[in-house]
T-cell receptor, first 112, second 111 residues
Framework: SAVISQKPSRDICQRGTSLTIQCQVD?????MFWYRQQPGQSLTLIAT?????????ESGFVIDKFPISRPNLTFSTLTVSNMSPEDSSIYLC?????????FGPGTRLTVL | GENVEQHPSTLSVQEGDSAVIKCTYS??????FPWYKQELGKRPQLIID?????GEKKDQRIAVTLNKTAKHFSLHITETQPEDSAVYFC??????????FGSGTKLNVKP
């Protein structure tokens, strides 16, 4: 199993600002995933973050808007840049330490 | 990329009845199919999964079936209870590299 924490758990931000979300895992994992879950919707994969390499972004998501860092095998950050109200969502990180996917508790972001 | 479709979007059953949720996928390379339960305000939790070399898997009241030829898999919940009420997501993955999720099914179990 994996214990995952995220910071902050929630935030309210102003339009045009940026927020960095942290994801910490209690064990070393090769891949970390970042998802967005808009209200009442499913989970959409933003990017896959591997340690020591550039993140791989899914269609519709770009590095300038969602820069990701992966400095080691237990930690990653996702930044939501130049925010607009459309970025209001829950952001979740997840890992697959063996053959099961575990999710962090999520960061609820509201952009005014 | 992979496309996962999930039906129905909402499902209402009487306590004790069975519930079935169906998903289809498009990528024949997908070989891992998990199901997640998400309660309001909480993170998704894995409830059961199946790999492509297996046709059916059961865990107490929950079962999953997979038809690789037709590219569809289903979640079966028997003897439903009010605490089964939640949103359920199916997903498909190839070797755990990426996970693509269905649109979700809101299950309501009426007491």
């Amino acid at each position: 199993s994996a214990v995952i924490s995220q910071k902050p758990s929630r935030d309210i931000c102003q339009r045009g600002t940026s927020l960095t979300i942290q994801c910490q895992v209690d064990s070393q994992v090769t891949m970390m995933f970042w998802y967005r879950q808009q209200p009442g919707q499913s989970l959409t994969l933003i990017a896959t973050a591997n340690q020591g390499s550039e993140a791989t972004y899914e269609s519709g998501f770009v590095i300038d808007k969602f820069p990701i860092s992966r400095p080691n095998l237990t930690f990653s950050t996702l930044t939501v840049s130049n925010m607009s109200p459309e970025d209001s969502s829950i952001y979740l990180c997840s890992v697959v330490p063996t053959d099961t996917q575990y999710f962090g508790p999520g960061t609820r972001l509201t952009v005014l | 990329g992979e496309n996962v479709e999930q039906h129905p979007s909402t499902l209402s059953v009487q306590e004790g009845d069975s519930a079935v949720i169906k998903c289809t996928y498009s990528d024949s390379a997908s070989n891992y199919f998990p199901w997640y339960k998400q309660e309001l305000g909480k993170r998704p939790q894995l409830i059961i999964d199946i790999r492509s070399n297996v046709g059916e898997k059961k865990d107490q009241r929950i079962a999953v079936t997979l038809n690789k030829t037709a590219k569809h898999f289903s979640l079966h919940i028997t003897e439903t209870q009010p605490e089964d009420s939640a949103v359920y997501f199916c997903a498909a993955s190839t070797n755990f590299n990426k996970f693509y999720f269905g649109s979700g099914t809101k299950l309501n179990v009426k007491p």
